[in-house]
């Protein structure tokens, strides 16, 4: 989808989330409690947003799957190119656990969801009962005990997947990219080819059914506002507030000091070459479609050699998802205080490492992280559904978390390039030739 096609898809999920908040409060506000009411609800727009919901979710493990045994196999050329492969890695990763690190502190200081009314936390809680029950569960299998770490390699990869287990999935995917690097190349070409096709059907698929996003949030809107009022859009707000706390925390703070320090490049000549790359990714949000922007300003604005961009670039865009980690985590954090599901230390612990995990399934295209956050929450014993609440605002935030996901790359991209001394560029000289 274009740029232009992203921005009409995010008026009209605008409206149909203005509109399904504005209906949905009306209604409460007239008929709250009315027996009427709740089998309105039960029988139009809280069937419609499930469907709608579902077949995201449907996508979901295709997704992970194929991508993610397709990132690992093209470490297949980490192998080949040595250090600068765990480099890049390594600097993916510091960045990504630093971001979901900073959201979690920033979603611990504000706490946007602690402050729903018990009465109608309560009765999000009883209308979403039948998941309530795993709830229990959340508190104790949420330790980094060696339990968890035995119940990430799957008996069954099958079972696995039946059950949405997905660190067992993740751990699957992963070892079966392994395997397909060490066949020869010959035997591993169709089923990278049929890989590739998998990412590409899921990922259309996602196209497919974010055209029908408009309705989905008016669905989904109608449904949360009609029965709980508008008590939870307030806090909605705050949501919003903390998840680009943290993105600007780590936009202003990490990437200029990592910019600075492992690059040596000034951190304002890094903004001024890269403010195309931001533009793009901010109006597709899609780290795949701003690629080609992000490997011809990096190499020509950044002075970054196309051997290092060539390389960290691509993978980036699959593996290094900064924005997309700090938002899960932010997010499923947010929905478990309005659940009033606890999550300790280690439990956030825990988060931090799916969420790290999880980003590298996440494919770079618009809302692609949506459904993994719905079987992260479900993993954690968080009614899925919980999403609703925060699904009007994803196109917004989708952009910004698109944007910190590519400059994650580019930053990336300077570090390895500083790293390897791979350039002939010299960090000494001005980053961006002069204007004009
Ligand atoms: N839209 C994001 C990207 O392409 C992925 C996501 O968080 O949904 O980077």
């Known amino acids: 989808m274009g740029g232009n096609g992203e921005r009409n898809l995010a008026l009209r999920v605008g409206i149909g989330l203005l509109a399904g908040a504005g209906a949905g409060s009306v209604c409460n506000l007239l008929w709250a409690g009315e027996p009427a009411l709740e089998w309105c609800i039960a029988h139009t727009t809280e069937p419609a947003g499930t469907i709608w919901l579902r077949t995201l979710m449907m996508v979901v493990l295709p997704l992970v799957f194929g991508s993610l045994a397709l990132g690992v196999a093209s470490l297949g050329d980490l192998r080949r190119l040595g250090r600068i492969g765990g480099r890049t890695v390594l600097v ?83 070892m079966f990219g392994i395997g397909l690097t060490r066949l020869a190349p010959a035997k591993a070409a169709p089923m990278t080819a049929f890989l590739e096709a998998l990412v590409g059907v899921s990922t259309s698929i996602i196209d497919l ?174 009614p899925g559904e919980g999403i609703a609440i925060v699904l009007g605002v994803d196109r917004v935030l989708d952009m910004c978390r698109t944007t910190l996901n590519v400059t994650g790359d580019v930053v990336t991209a300077v570090v390895v390039r500083r790293l390897e001394g791979l350039s002939g560029f010299s960090p000494a000289s001005p980053a961006v030739p002069p204007a004009g």
Do not use: H, W
Request: charged fraction near 10%.
């Open 92 to 174: 993916f990763l510091s960045l990504t656990a630093i971001s979901v690190l900073l959201g979690l502190l920033v979603v611990n200081l504000l706490q946007p969801g602690t402050d729903i009314p018990p009465e109608t936390r309560d009765r999000l809680v009883a209308t979403y009962a039948t998941e309530s029950a795993a709830r229990a569960q959340a508190a104790s299998g949420l330790t980094l005990g060696v339990s968890t770490l035995v119940n990430v390699v799957p008996r069954n990869p099958v079972a696995a997947m039946a059950d949405f287990d997905l660190l067992a999935v993740i751990f699957f995917a992963m």
């Open 209 to 382: 059914v974010m055209k029908l996003a408009p309705f989905g949030v008016f669905a989904l809107m109608f449904t949360v506002t009609g029965r709980f009022g508008y008590d939870l859009l307030a806090r909605l707000g705050v949501y919003v507030v903390a998840v680009l706390l943290g993105m600007l925390l780590q936009f202003l703070g990490v990437y200029p000091l990592v910019v600075r320090v492992l690059g040596r490049m000034s951190p304002r000549a890094f903004l001024r070459g890269a403010r195309t790359i931001l533009l793009t990714a901010f109006s597709t949000s899609s780290s795949n479609a701003t690629l080609p922007t992000t490997l011809q300003v990096t190499e020509r604005e950044l002075g970054v050699s196309k051997e290092v961009c060539g390389f960290v670039l691509p993978l980036g865009a699959t593996l290094n998802m900064n924005g997309t980690a700090l938002f899960e985590g932010v997010t499923v954090l947010f929905i478990a205080q309005v659940f009033g599901v606890p999550l300790d230390l280690s439990a956030q612990a825990m988060l931090l490492v799916i969420c790290v995990i999880s980003a590298v399934g996440a494919a770079g295209t618009p809302s692609s992280s949506i459904p993994l956050l719905v079987v992260i929450l479900q993993s954690l014993g968080i």
